[in-house]
């Protein structure tokens, strides 16, 4: 079978209690997919950002599919904070393993190299670590009395991400994206949508091969033209940021939060 | 947010260019600003010393490919700080404290908070490895400017052992610029803002700081570090920063998706 699918064939590879890796905003969030994955009524999800998240750890938390989230942050930045992330924490309704960003990337790329944990600077003094017993001091063995944080490599079940385009091979062309590198490498399989397919091989080019994830991370591709709406896509388009204040201020109550389902992700966007 | 009215002999400036003029005066020199999420006030500051010097620094914005020199993702900035290749960097904080140590997480127990907060970004690392750290809380409240924070997300100070290049230089805030002490774990004023006083610093300050018996006024930007600000660096940012650029150049937020 080739690894083109409709988007919710390629989603299939996603299931209830999943690992589920996503990057942050700047690097092509799958928010077509989200929605999906929320119409079918996934659970259970041990979610992790790389390394944080916007509205799509907010849809899934308020749709109640994320058992436990391990993030560096869950925010809109300056458009204002994540309400049901935040009334989640708040009810105690989520388990939160409070990360730092490069903590994330070390645990990954652990991960990515197959070694069983990433090692990482700063940290000690802060109660990030306190509230992680998974996490380890130890001193660093080629030096005197220089303690250093241990982290244990984060292995996720599946990345899920959106690119701009994928030859029919399931090559994907990330560009400088380089964060879907790591997520591709380090998950034990790969669910991506892309804008648009490329006829052609990706990898026959060196110019487009040095920007291109191969097939062999990639479980299956599914086209989705403006996937990342709202949320921005590089080069190709902007954040709708009026849609996101919108969002912000009917999110604030759990109802509003209903309706905002009810309209944007329960019906399907016309193709 | 809301800010007291100009006072009279800044008319027309206001407070927020005051406040990027401070910035702007604090990166002198530096090779490479990286501005974090959410930090218009760094990020004009930034531009503005490009703009101003031909020597100027690198900028890289994390969330903004077009205004970065990154090309291996988010890993690039994490990875040159911890080089000792990034000079300055920006963060604020739910709270700060006299010591220096930022909470970006939770208010109350952190287990069951009262208030919560989007997240550590890369604080508990970046504050520890960027020799230049600038600390702005647009709300100078005893709420913010605390005795002890909640939470640390990342401490003013660390143990000698501890590896260390970094940390905070200076807290910029509505009424005022305080400097860090890193000997001392305080801060001291360093200037007030035309139209606020030392009282007014006083009652408004959670903390314990130390400082001059004369305290200067913070000076007001040039007319060239305006015009600047005004007319290149305000539609820089409008694309980054839509809510910020409407409130403060009156440039309206428009959605972007055409």
Not at chain 2, 130 to 145: A, D, G, K, N
């Amino acid at each position: 079978m080739g690894k083109i699918r409709d988007l919710d064939g390629a989603l299939s590879a996603i299931t209830d209690g999943a690992t589920l890796v996503v990057p942050a905003d700047y690097a092509g969030v799958a928010m077509e997919a989200t929605r999906a994955l929320i119409r079918r009524g996934v659970k259970g999800l041990h979610l992790v950002t790389l390394p944080t998240s916007s509205l799509q750890a907010e849809l899934l938390i308020g749709a109640g599919a994320v058992e436990t989230i391990e993030t560096s942050a869950v925010g809109f930045g300056e458009l204002g904070s994540a309400p049901r992330f935040t009334a989640a924490v708040l009810a105690g309704a989520l388990k939160l393993k409070d990360a730092t960003c490069p903590a994330i990337h070390s645990a990954l790329r652990a991960a990515e190299m197959g070694n069983p944990f990433g090692a990482l600077r700063g940290l000690i003094g802060s109660d990030i670590l306190r509230q992680r017993p998974d996490w380890r001091v130890i001193d660093n063995p080629f030096a005197e009395n220089d303690p250093i944080v241990l982290l244990p490599a984060i292995r996720p079940d599946v990345a899920l991400f959106h690119a701009p385009l994928a030859d029919r091979n399931g090559n994907v062309w990330v560009g400088r994206r380089r964060d879907l590198f790591t997520l591709a490498h380090a998950s034990a399989l790969s669910v991506v949508t892309v804008e648009a397919l490329h006829e052609g091989d990706l990898l026959a080019d060196e110019v487009t091969a040095a920007a291109t994830i191969p097939a062999f991370y990639i479980e299956a591709v599914a086209p989705a033209p403006r996937g990342a709406w709202p949320l921005k896509m590089g080069d190709l388009y902007g954040e709708d940021t009026q849609h996101l204040l919108d969002y912000i201020r009917l999110a604030a109550s759990e109802e509003g939060f209903r309706r905002y389902l009810d309209t944007h992700v329960f019906p399907r966007r016309a193709a | 947010m809301s800010f007291p009215a100009a006072p009279p002999e800044m008319s027309g400036i206001k407070l927020e260019e005051v406040l990027i003029d401070v910035v702007l005066r604090l990166i002198t020199g530096a090779r490479h600003v990286a501005v974090g999420a959410n930090s218009p006030i760094p990020a004009a500051a930034a531009f503005l010393a490009q703009l101003l010097s031909p020597d100027g620094p690198n900028v890289s914005l994390q969330q903004s490919p077009e205004h970065n020199l990154w090309t291996d993702g988010g890993r690039e900035l994490f990875d040159s700080a911890g080089q000792g290749r990034i000079d300055v960097f920006f963060f604020s904080g739910a709270q700060i404290d006299g010591g220096g140590n930022i909470n970006l997480n939770a208010i109350g127990d952190y287990a069951h908070p009262k208030a919560r907060f989007p997240g550590a970004y890369g604080s508990a690392y970046l504050y520890f490895m960027v020799p230049r750290i600038v600390l702005f809380r647009l709300e100078h409240s005893r709420r913010t400017l605390v005795e002890k924070v909640d939470f640390i997300s990342a401490p003013g100070t660390s143990p000698p052992n501890v590896f260390r290049r970094g940390g905070p230089i200076a807290l910029v805030t509505p009424l005022c610029h305080f400097g860090f002490d890193k000997e001392r774990a305080r801060f001291r004023l360093e200037s007030i803002h035309p139209g606020h006083s030392l009282e007014e610093v006083l009652d408004n300050t959670g903390f314990a700081f130390d400082r001059p018996e004369r305290v200067p006024e913070t000076p007001a930007p040039s007319p060239e570090t305006l015009r600047l600000l005004r007319q290149t660096v305000a539609p820089q940012l409008a694309r980054i920063y839509p809510k910020f650029a409407e409130s403060v150049f009156g440039i309206p937020v428009a959605s972007a998706v055409a």
